[in-house]
Antibody, heavy 116, light 107 residues
Framework: EVQLVESGGGLVQPGGSLRLSCAAS????????MSWVRQAPGKGLEWVAN????????YYVDSVKGRFTISRDNAKNSLYLQVNSLRGEDTAVYYC?????????WGRGTLVTVSS | EIVMTQSPATLSVSPGERATLSCRAS??????LAWYQQKPGQAPRLLIN???TRATGIPARFSGSGSGTEFTLTISSLQSEDFAVYYC?????????FGQGTKVEIK
């Protein structure tokens, strides 16, 4: 089945770090731009970051620049988001999504909760 | 940053009626506009890309139009499964930005 499965979320204290992962299945992962999109509880969607097919091009929303790093391992069909210096406003479900212009495949998301 | 503004925030519609959702960009995004549907507890689903191209498997009752700064998503005859939140998203510039969403609820 063509799918994306996120993992790595959890409860973390302010200032802490996590590494989110996204495993891709049944499509040629290396052919696609990939995205991370987040959604705070009860709020709308917020695009976080994009990465191109070979990882040489990366874009971030201003609010996470310098704190979050998107990366990928095409040999492992995996996308990552290293999230550092976490703040309360980073609390959200983080979705992995296929595509850099529009996203036609989404994972179910992983919840990151930043709280002391 | 391009600001996407959706209206109305909530749309109350009876099943079988037509729903018209609007999305406005703070500057031209050409046709680089997508629409997504999200139901409670689920991931978003792509409906429309390129402002007017239906994604794979999307019923013909969903249609998108517009270019530049003004866009519309029309659901011609609402079915029970269409009650959800709808988001527009521009991909003309970085950062990609979403509208705040329109909730389509049962009247």
């Amino acid at each position: 089945e063509v799918q994306l499965v996120e993992s790595g979320g959890g409860l973390v204290q302010p200032g802490g770090s996590l590494r989110l992962s996204c495993a891709a299945s049944e499509f040629t992962f290396s052919n696609y731009w990939m995205s991370w999109v987040r959604q705070a509880p009860g709020k709308g969607l917020e695009w976080v970051a994009n990465i191109n097919q070979d990882g040489s091009d990366k874009y971030y929303v201003d609010s996470v620049k310098g704190r979050f790093t998107i990366s990928r391992d095409n040999a492992k069909n995996s996308l990552y988001l290293q999230v550092n210096s976490l703040r309360g406003e980073d609390t959200a479900v983080y979705y992995c999504a296929r595509g850099g212009w529009y996203s036609d495949l989404w994972g179910r998301g992983t919840l990151v909760t930043v709280s002391s | 940053e391009i600001v996407m503004t959706q209206s109305p925030a909530t749309l109350s519609v009876s099943p079988g009626e037509r729903a018209t959702l609007s999305c406005r960009a703070s500057q031209s995004v050409s046709s680089n506009l997508a629409w997504y549907q999200q139901k409670p507890g689920q991931a978003p689903r792509l409906l429309i890309n390129g402002a007017s191209t239906r994604a794979t498997g999307i019923p013909a009752r969903f249609s998108g139009s517009g270019s530049g700064t003004e866009f519309t998503l029309t659901i011609s005859s609402l079915q029970s499964e269409d009650f959800a939140v709808y988001y527009c998203q521009q991909s003309d510039n970085w950062p990609r930005t979403f509208g705040q969403g329109t909730k389509v609820e049962i009247k």
